[in-house]
């Protein structure tokens, strides 16, 4: 590699932000220089990523976010709504299911996104939740400029809105055919949600911390619940079952629940320790890649050569193969991150790696609970060769070739306040838009098992084990980096690979991000129809043939990409100096870091 980058890592003092969106990354900068932490300028930046990209999250999504504030340490917001009371196996079987659908009324858990940002904005920020909220409601209400993506996705579902979810038609077709690329778009009702929500919040008097709490009621038990429930009393929605279904979700779900703090779950490595949600998310897969990858010299392999990307392949398929098996919500399974992220159990894990691809599901054997390594190894079995649309996260695929993903962002302050958030879920494929509010309820239940005795079962009150991953790494030298991107289940393999050649091969910010990624499609998928593909993987041509024609020698099925257009990295970095450095990936031509 060459220092050349596509863009500059950008440098400074006072502040940066970097995000999917160059609008919102602004928004956020526009934050900071008016005196607001990072958790302000992250929350505002969110809310305007549900703005300005409404296929890949919204309000009623679903929201990790790993932080260190200097005030309260290193936290995670678990903003991951939980499964309904209703929402029990019978009830899916009685339906005539065997996988929960991947769009629609049945696939909805608690909206969780919005009291996550409102939970941080309260305890950590310091703006109102007005100021918060301003950009958002003024791009809602103005318009901004379409994406072509969107615009594209939006036209592969038109005739189907207009057929099947006329709510969502009213939005996204308002003058009964498709936006235009580019173009102002305008969603008016979200704009006046949003602004009902800061009309709630000051009615409650001057106080910033119970104009908050007064947003959430609002949200959870007032005019946005009502709204919502007084469409679900009567919506039957098709969906990708082809049938037509009502939901589960119920008043009770949304008032008795929020959004809560937790400790990360942390794993050391080569001076770094690295933070992530627990294994109600996929975050703790990177963590056990890295105790695997930890027996291996990858300083003494070329970043870009195939003994490199074998060897990261590799360990990926095993930590990845305990996701499937282990992983759940903590609060109702008993998870064993301890085991799975142990010197001795890893040292037996990286021993599994030869110099040939496995084509086998290999899960670990954890004491007391080797039936969950069998039942995966089944499943897998089972659903080998199931038909798949494609690495990312797809919904209403049977309709469209458009899909789903996510989006993310990475803020740093002058204080050293840091935060990684990957905000995802109610995006306008997922299900109609909720009348007079603008924006469509969650898709997450269908990350859940329709069988039983899993940790992964679907359950009322459970969390899905979602896919949604931010970063944050701390250096025993006092760095302390953010990072993150959207992707479904690449996205803490890309992170993975993006992280090493970092530490051990001295790449830079922008430099990482410009080089050629890859993953892994082996294991079991998290999306909706779950499809299994052993053996297979993704790379970039960039990374050269010789290196590609290496990887197919030795057993692996490779697919090679499309140039740029594998992984949506972007990343900060504040130093024990206070020097900041952010970067953002070039593909698709969206994603910014700025600062100063």
Known sequence: MTDFTTRPD???????????????????????????????????????????????NG???????????????????????????????????????TLIPGSGLLSTVVPGAFDGWMLMLRDEGTMTIREALAPAIGYARDGHPMLPRVADTIAGLAEYFAAEWPSSAAVWTPEGTPPEAKALFRNPDLARTYERLVEAAEAAGDDRVAQIDAARDAWAEGFVAEAIFD??????????????????????????????????????????????????????????????????????????????????????????????????????????????????????????????????????????????????????????????????????????????????????????NCVAATPSGGWLQSNPVIPGLGFPLNSRAQMFWLEDGLPTSLAPGRRPRTTLTPTLACHENGDRLVFGTPGGDQQDQWQLVWFLRLVHHGMGLQQGMDAPLFHSMHFQGSFFPRAVKPGEMMIEPNVGEACIEALRARGHIVTVAAPWTVGRLTAALRRADGALVAAATPRLMQAYAIGR
């Open 59 to 97: 309000p009623a999504g679903d929201l990790p976010i790993v932080f260190h504030s200097v005030a309260n340490g290193n936290r995670v917001v678990a903003a991951q709504g939980p499964a309904p009371e209703a929402a029990t196996i019978a009830h899916y079987k009685a339906q005539g299911l």
């Open 10 to 56: 950008i440098r400074g003092t006072f502040g940066t932000v970097t995000s999917t969106h160059w609008i919102a990354s602004a928004v956020g900068m526009s934050i900071l220089e008016k005196g607001g932490n990072a958790f302000d300028a992250a929350v505002a930046t969110g809310l305007t990523l549900q703005v300005v990209e409404p296929h890949l």
């Open 231 to 416: 469409y679900l009393k009567d919506a039957e929605v098709h969906d990708v079952s082809e049938r037509r279904n009502r939901a589960v979700l119920a008043p009770g779900d949304m008032a008795g629940w929020r959004a809560a703090f937790e400790a990360p779950q942390s794993y050391e490595y080569h001076g770094w320790t690295l933070h992530k949600t627990g294994p109600w998310g996929q975050g703790p897969v990177l963590l056990q890649s890295l105790a695997i990858l930890k027996h291996f010299d990858l300083a003494s392999m070329d970043p870009m050569g195939p003994d490199f990307v074998h060897t990261v392949i590799e360990a990926m398929k095993l930590s990845y193969a305990d996701r499937e098996a282990y992983y759940g919500d903590p609060d109702q399974s008993e998870v064993p991150m301890e085991h799975l992220l142990s010197e001795a159990y890893n040292a037996e894990r990286a021993s599994l790696i030869g110099a040939e691809a496995s084509l086998d599901q290999r899960p670990g054997r954890v004491p007391g609970l080797e039936h969950q390594a069998d039942a995966y190894i089944a499943r897998a079995a089972r659903d080998f060769g199931v038909s798949d649309v494609g690495a990312q996260e797809p919904t209403m695929a049977h309709l469209t070739d458009r899909k789903g993903d996510t989006v993310h962002l990475d803020v740093i302050d002058r204080w050293g």
